[in-house]
């Protein structure tokens, strides 16, 4: 990925998600507990990215007239 985060903020993001969802993860083993965070981790990243690639295509197109003008935002 092209924009992937920096080991120091992924290592963050997953020690955020650990604490947030800490009461809801009480039965999960440690090891399981980690390997969950990071898998959410990526698909934050990889939403991230398609969301950053999407909005690098957006197009505006506007029928005035009976014309129709494109133009890439």
Avoid: H, W, Y
């Amino acid at each position: 990925m092209s924009s992937s985060i920096s080991i120091r903020k992924r290592k963050k993001l997953e020690n955020k998600i650990v604490v947030v969802f800490e009461n809801d993860m009480k039965s999960v083993p440690v090891g399981l507990r980690k390997t969950m965070a990071n898998d959410l981790v990526s698909a934050f990243e990889s939403r991230k990215c398609a969301l950053n690639r999407a909005q690098s295509n957006l197009r505006l197109f506007a029928i005035t007239g009976g014309e129709v003008q494109v133009e890439t935002i």
